[in-house]
């Protein structure tokens, strides 16, 4: 084919039309046409409610995850602080509970305070208080350890004392510590007088019968004994100072194959948990010592003499 038959002529897909700077020109000029109508006369509000109202449903969907994120971090930060004033909360209450305690406690132990220090006001034999430190380790005794000793003039054989009666006696004394035999060891035994009918007796400790009791022994199974009858040191033991309460009597057993009755009795002082005593000084050690027999004139030339 002839080259001068062929059609120079650029086709349809490279032809060219306005220019880029025309194009700018006009398009920017509408812009900024459509803007200042719309800042005007909101030309385009109409636009927008219909494109927000097509997109809400997209933009619903994609902000659940973002808010599904959220809620999940602020529950479990939510938790974590619950969790953590749940602690607080008890920790408090724990605290709160240990110091209700520790106030019974103490208040407790300033009545009983009260009531020894009114004692120690009534007892006329020299006296002072002791506190008691713990049981002693022997299981099969009764026995306890205050804080008092030589050193603070306790001696063997004083009288102890609660707020309620008789403990016990000192039975070992140490240079700072002491050891009493509670009341219901069964080595123990303490003359009484019943305050209803004044009959004396002994009153031992016999915990083999019931813990912490004791028992009236030599008693007549006629003698004149009723439960809830009051027992009092009788002092005619050189030991005990009288009239201090010892035990109310509990039980009677008379039985017709034995000369004596049983008689169970209750300790009224806290043989179980003392915290303070009163230790006071023996009968025997406030009695004047009998004074020397001084030799006879006429004895002493005799005796010269020879």
Not at 21 to 30: E, I
Not at 51 to 69: K, N, R, S
Not at 86 to 111: I, P, T, W, Y
Not at 221 to 231: E, I, P
């Amino acid at each position: 084919m002839p080259l001068g038959t062929l059609d120079g002529t650029p086709p349809s897909f490279f032809r060219q039309g306005p220019s880029a700077l025309s194009k700018l020109t006009f398009f920017s000029a509408l812009a900024l046409f459509l803007m200042v109508a719309d800042a005007r006369f909101e030309i385009a509000q109409p636009l927008r409610v219909a494109v927000a109202t097509v997109l809400y449903p997209v933009q619903w969907l994609a902000l659940q995850p973002v808010l599904w994120a959220q809620g999940g971090s602020k529950y479990f930060e939510s938790l974590k602080t619950s969790q953590a004033s749940e602690a607080a909360a008890h920790r408090k209450l724990e605290l709160q509970s240990g110091r209700a305690n520790q106030v019974e406690q103490l208040a407790l132990e300033n009545s009983r305070l009260r009531q020894l220090l009114g004692l120690r006001d009534r007892v006329t034999t020299p006296s002072l208080t002791a506190q008691v430190l713990y049981d002693a380790a022997d299981p099969y005794t009764r026995k306890v350890i205050i804080d008092k000793g030589l050193l603070a003039g306790v001696l063997a054989g004083s009288p102890v004392l609660d707020e309620s009666g008789v403990l016990g006696q000192v039975t070992r004394v140490y240079p700072m510590v002491s050891e009493v035999t509670l009341v219901t060891d069964r080595d123990q035994a303490i003359p009484v007088l019943n305050t209803r009918t004044g009959a004396r007796g002994v009153a031992f400790g016999d915990p083999a019968l019931r813990a912490n009791a004791l028992e009236l022994r030599f008693m007549a199974a006629n003698a004149d004994v009723q439960t809830g009858d009051l027992l009092t040191t009788s002092g005619v033991d050189g030991v005990y100072p009288p009239g201090l309460p010892v035990a109310r009597v509990e039980k009677v057993e008379r039985r017709v194959d034995s000369a004596f009755a049983r008689i169970i009795c209750v300790p009224l002082a806290m043989v179980s948990g003392v915290g303070h005593v009163l230790v006071l000084q023996p009968v025997s050690a406030q009695i004047t010592p009998r004074p020397a027999v001084e030799a006879a004139p006429g004895s002493a030339r005799k005796g010269a003499r020879k």
